[in-house]
């Protein structure tokens, strides 16, 4: 699908990251591009969204993680609402699991924050251009996945998931309490408690000490499988 870029040439960026030094340093970076310019930052939808509004940006970098709520979910309200909108959503993981939520969500293209810097402004032209973006990495592994139709236990586990389940279930095998996720999800400590049930029940868990340790055991084989490689 073929983007909207401006007539004039230079690109308006709005970045949404919950750390103001990542979003500084991003736009310090962009703004030696001579077609690329940051308009604006946000940390979470809320304000993302306002400053859509304001500015009019042509694109958004977005983190998974926000101060409330996910990127994910922004960029599912960003595609509603502007369809054609180019979106890169930027990241700490790299595993394949967040790469395919985001392209289910309507991201344009996937990459993490351990690429040098050219990476990301070579992702940001692909994405402009109208295609999409993923490292050789992350869509070689999508593809063999697809290719060859399994999935590891711990997949299917993450997968059963919705994508709000999944990123508490995450947060609980990061090490995060019920208060501490609900103030990261910007939602009450009840509604995280709600969704703790939905995860034990779709898991077949017995007791909210089955979940953290079935959740740290996920999160402990996940980096185990990014460090060999697998992911």
């Given amino acids: 699908m073929k983007m909207l870029l401006p007539p004039s040439g230079e690109v308006r960026i709005l970045i949404v990251d919950d750390h103001p030094?990542?979003?500084?340093?991003?736009?310090?970076?962009?703004?030696?591009?001579?077609?690329?310019?940051?308009?604006?930052?946000?940390?979470?939808?809320?304000t993302a969204l306002t400053a859509m509004g304001r500015l009019?940006?042509?694109?958004?970098?977005?983190?998974?993680?926000?101060?409330?709520?996910?990127?994910?979910?922004?960029?599912?309200?960003?595609?509603?609402?502007?369809?054609?909108?180019p979106v890169l959503v930027l990241s700490m993981h790299d595993g394949m699991y967040y790469a395919e939520q985001a392209l289910r969500a309507g991201a344009n293209g996937y990459i993490t924050k351990m690429e040098a810097p050219k990476t990301l402004v070579t992702a940001i032209r692909k994405v402009l251009s109208g295609d999409i973006y993923l490292s050789e990495k992350t869509a070689a592994a999508i593809i063999k996945r697809s290719v060859s139709g399994t999935t590891s236990k711990d997949e299917q586990d993450f997968l059963c998931l919705s994508d709000r389940e999944r990123e508490v279930f995450r947060l609980l095998g990061s090490?995060?309490?019920?208060?501490?996720?609900?103030?990261?999800?910007?939602?009450?400590?009840?509604?995280?408690?709600?969704?703790?049930?939905?995860?034990?029940?779709?898991?077949?868990?017995?007791?909210?000490?089955?979940?953290l340790q079935h959740a740290i055991q996920w999160a402990k084989n996940i980096d185990q499988e990014r460090e060999a490689g697998k992911l």
Avoid: F, Q
């Fill in 21 to 46: 030094i990542v979003r500084e340093g991003l736009a310090r970076m962009l703004d030696r591009e001579k077609d690329l310019v940051v308009c604006g930052d946000a940390e979470d939808i809320n």
């Fill in 56 to 85: 009019h940006p042509d694109m958004l970098i977005v983190d998974v993680t926000l101060a409330a709520g996910s990127g994910i979910d922004l960029v599912k309200c960003v595609r509603r609402s502007h369809p054609r909108m």
């Fill in 175 to 211: 090490g995060m309490g019920t208060r501490h996720i609900a103030e990261r999800l910007g939602v009450s400590i009840r509604t995280i408690d709600t969704y703790r049930e939905k995860i034990k029940h779709k898991l077949n868990l017995r007791n909210a000490s089955e979940l």
